[in-house]
């Protein structure tokens, strides 16, 4: 079975400072993970794929398999960044590709 | 540019009434998915179709249905609400075989409340 954890349900940080949110997920095949991220008032939305190894918003997460984790980081967060961030763990199955969420953790920037 | 749209933002219910929530998507994505999501809780997954076929989860309640009158429409029935069913409900959409396959495409939910 899959699961994400995320331990924290609150972090809170000063701006500037740096950030890390923590996942770890638990699946038997090759993991998918991705971070979604949901601001105030608006839609959960993608904020990054470990397949792309991309930077979004200063943002980063490595995949680290052999602690099956894939912890979100930024080194200097900005009070923009406060959200709900969500890790997800994606597999295909019954046709369609399926996600897993994490019960997320808010990151709450003070100025 | 709305791309989910999800109606009513806010439905009131009464206990054991009836209720349908909406989501269309002008993405014109074949696949469409239902979360739940309760309080501090991770989104749940509660169904989802591919083009015309619907895949129930395992743990799906028989209480929830779901409808697909065609590609841009989507609809979450619920027959019998309790109260344990008030909770967020999210409409998401994805498109196999594009480039980030795997991307889904949320709208900004439903919040169900039961009396």
């Known amino acids: 079975a899959q699961r994400v954890t995320q331990p924290e349900k609150l972090l809170s940080v000063f701006k500037g400072a740096p950030v890390e949110l923590k996942c770890n997920y638990s699946y038997s095949g090759s993991p998918e993970l991705f971070w979604y991220v949901q601001y105030s008032r608006q839609r959960l939305q993608l904020l990054l794929r470990?397949?792309s190894r991309e930077s979004i918003k200063g943002f980063t997460a490595d995949l680290n398999k052999g602690e099956t984790s894939f912890h979100l980081k930024k080194p200097f967060a900005q009070e923009e960044d406060s959200a709900m961030y969500y890790c997800?763990?994606?597999?295909?199955?019954?046709?369609?590709?399926?996600?897993?969420f994490g019960k997320g953790t808010k990151l709450s920037v003070i100025p | 540019d709305a791309m989910v749209i999800q109606n009513p933002r806010y439905q009131v219910t009464q206990f054991g009434k009836p209720v349908t929530l909406s989501c269309s998507q002008t993405?014109?994505?074949?696949?469409m998915y239902w979360y739940q999501q309760k309080s501090s809780q991770a989104p749940k997954l509660l169904f989802h179709?591919?083009?015309?076929?619907?895949?129930n989860e395992a743990d799906t309640p028989d209480n929830f249905q779901s409808r697909r009158p065609n590609t841009s429409f989507c609809f979450l029935d619920i027959r019998s609400p309790g109260l344990g069913d008030a909770a967020m409900y999210l409409c998401a959409t994805s498109r196999p075989g594009q480039t980030y396959q795997e991307t889904q495409y949320f709208g900004p939910g439903t919040r169900l409340l039961v009396l």
């Open positions: 993405l014109n994505h074949n696949v």
């Open positions: 997800a763990l994606g597999a295909s199955g019954a046709g369609s590709y399926q996600l897993t």
């Open positions: 470990h397949i």
């Open positions: 179709y591919y083009d015309k076929d619907f895949n």
